[in-house]
Nanobody, 124 residues
Framework: QVQLVESGGGSVQAGGSLTLSCIHS????????LGWFRQAPGKEREFVAS????????YYADSVKGRFTVSRDTIKTTMYLQLNNLEPEDSARYFC?????????????????WGQGIQVTVSS
């Protein structure tokens, strides 16, 4: 069974930075493409970024392109999301997700495993 645990969230001012981590445990990390999604109060969960098994293909929501960077470390079995130049609109609970596939889908229901999420709050 795969378990995903997020860390690194918190409260920052607009323009600040955070690094989120998602530790993957259980079956082989290299089998999985990974994604980040977020959900703000009263809104649907939305795609943020994803990375394929090899780490060579990465995808981003238009709202975060140029500000967020997704990466993965095979040795540490961890996915990261570097959040720069944060805006109040980035405030949400951030979730990591995993799927056994070569393709880093941007679609929520393609993912089989989810973390509990971690809060990011950006103040103006």
């Amino acid at each position: 069974q795969v378990q995903l645990v997020e860390s690194g969230g918190g409260s920052v001012q607009a323009g600040g930075s955070l690094t989120l981590s998602c530790i993957h445990s259980g079956r082989s990390f290299d089998y999985y493409s990974l994604g980040w999604f977020r959900q703000a109060p009263g809104k649907e969960r939305e795609f943020v970024a994803s990375i394929d098994r090899s780490g060579n293909s990465r995808y981003y929501a238009d709202s975060v392109k140029g500000r967020f960077t997704v990466s993965r470390d095979t040795i540490k079995t961890t996915m990261y999301l570097q959040l720069n130049n944060l805006e109040p609109e980035d405030s949400a609970r951030y979730f990591c997700a995993a799927r056994i596939s070569d393709y880093a889908s941007q679609v929520e229901h393609d993912y089989n495993y989810w973390g509990q999420g971690i809060q990011v709050t950006v103040s103006s």
